[in-house]
């Protein structure tokens, strides 16, 4: 049985370069004919230059979607969660989806070894299939 994406939850951290992540999810999102949602969070340290920096990049994101063919919404999520809570609650939204894109940077051991990253947490949580985008590791992808 082949699996089909057609809806896809591409979770975003805008003060991270992410145009490896979008340019990878447009590109199979356009080779499945599949709806993309992107969503980021305000978290609850988060000021308001923070908070319009990623309802900016979301848009410019958004944007570059439709540029490519792309059917996009977009959400920013303003809520009181702390860092660690983020993948639990893309996990509960990636219940709506068939599949869940998102990237990956690569940390030092010692930064593995005390936090865990959302990617690995959302492989773990995920009731879909989960595909991880190594940030910097496709040259096609960089800008």
């Known amino acids: 049985m082949i699996t089909v994406f057609k809806k896809i939850l591409l979770p975003v951290n805008p003060l991270k370069e992410e145009g ?3 340019q990878a999810a447009i590109d199979l999102a356009k080779e499945l004919n599949a ?16 908070v319009e920096l990623r309802r900016k990049a979301m848009e410019k994101y958004a944007k570059n979607c439709q540029k490519q063919g792309v ?10 969660y702390k860092h660690d809570e983020v993948p639990q609650e ?3 939204r990636a219940k709506k989806y068939d599949a869940v894109i998102v990237g990956h940077c690569k940390f030092s051991k010692i930064y593995r070894f005390v936090h865990q990253s959302t990617a690995q947490d959302l492989i773990n949580m995920a009731p879909c299939p ?5 940030i910097g590791a ?5 800008h």
Request: charged letters at 25%; hydrophobic letters at 50%.
């Open 35 to 50: 709806k993309v949602h992107i969503i980021t969070f305000a978290l609850e340290n988060d000021g308001k230059k923070i």
């Open 71 to 80: 059917t996009v919404t977009h959400e920013l999520v303003r809520a009181k």
């Open 130 to 134: 989960v595909i991880v985008v190594t």
């Open 138 to 142: 496709f040259s096609k992808y960089e």
């Open 20 to 22: 490896g992540l979008i």
């Open 90 to 92: 893309i996990a509960k």
